[in-house]
């Protein structure tokens, strides 16, 4: 059965493992803290992979960007990861078939094949953590685009300059419904101090002012996934990521099926989380080179 050695490459840590055609990890997951510089990150990669060698038939990463659409260059700035990142010449780390995937679109592969979309043909997985990732999936395919962008979702999301964002445009989307959203939510419903765990925190204790900035929150939830159900109309919606376990699924599921205008979608919550994106780039490249 064929292996493939699989990378999630983020700002803070760099996991990897061995999978095999089954999605299965053959070994234990692997982490490490992503070295602060874009030759570091090579190094660790090339070394890892060294040792791999004989026990793999390729090498899959997901990775913070967009990725072309040949999968072996990121064409986009890179979040946190260090300057350089985005130039690195990743298909010389091997002479092994070397697959590139940015993160959200491999992560809605893993649920599209394996996970809580399993089964259907058009999805719609979303990634609620720091700030927000989308992968689509039309037809059976990942939905790429011309140059392999497709699915960002720093669209605006409102006028004028109420919040900026990470990427230097104001109210996009990621500003609205994003872990770090929910702290804004929080220091204006709350107190100036205030976090999205205070929320949180204060949603068990039923604290009115926490289920207010909660309740905003996923207000402004309900209305993206009325646009993603209007743009896409989708069978399923997958929510992923630190801020999906928080959701009210089947009151959120009712209100934006009540407002959309295509047909009804199932709003789920995923199946896999931290390793997903690992999965999903080993399963692409699994396809590959079957």
């Known amino acids: 059965m064929k292996k493939v050695l699989a990378f999630d490459i983020g700002g803070t840590k ?8 089954g999605g299965d990890f053959v070994n234990e997951i692997i982490k490490v803290t992503t070295p602060r510089t874009s030759e570091g990150i090579y190094e660790l990669l090339k070394t890892v992979i060294k040792g791999f060698y004989d026990e793999i038939d390729g090498v899959a990463i997901a990775t913070a960007g ?25 298909i010389s780390l091997s002479d092994k078939p070397i ?9 809605a592969w893993a649920e599209f094949k394996l996970g809580a979309a399993k089964g259907t043909k058009d999805a719609v997985v979303l990634t609620l953590g720091t700030g927000v990732g989308a992968g689509i999936i039309v037809n059976g395919r990942l939905l790429k685009g011309k140059s392999g962008a497709a699915g960002e979702m720093h669209v605006r999301f409102g006028c004028g300059h109420e919040r900026k964002c990470t990427c230097g445009l104001w109210n996009c989307l990621e500003t609205y ?3 770090n959203a929910l702290t804004t939510d929080a220091k204006l419903f709350m107190k100036e101090d205030a976090t999205s765990y205070d929320v949180i925190r204060g949603l068990k204790e039923s604290n009115a002012k926490a289920r207010a900035a909660f309740d905003h929150w996923q207000e402004c939830l309900e209305n993206a996934l009325v646009m993603v159900g209007n743009l896409f109309d989708p069978e399923v919606v997958v929510l992923s990521g630190s801020m ?27 199946r896999f989380e931290n390793n997903a994106g690992m999965l999903g780039a080993a399963l692409l490249l699994l396809e590959k080179i079957a």
Do not use: R
């Open 14 to 21: 760099i996991a990897y493992g061995l999978i095999d055609a």
């Open 66 to 90: 967009a990725v072309n659409n040949d999968n072996n260059k990121i064409i986009s700035h890179v979040g946190n990861l260090p300057e350089g990142y985005n130039k690195l010449d990743f």
């Open 99 to 107: 697959f590139m995937e940015n993160d959200a679109n491999s992560a």
């Open 177 to 179: 419904v994003s872990g």
């Open 244 to 270: 999906a376990q928080f959701v009210e699924y089947k009151k959120l599921n009712k209100q934006a099926n009540d407002d959309i205008l295509t047909q009804p979608f199932e709003l789920k919550q995923a």
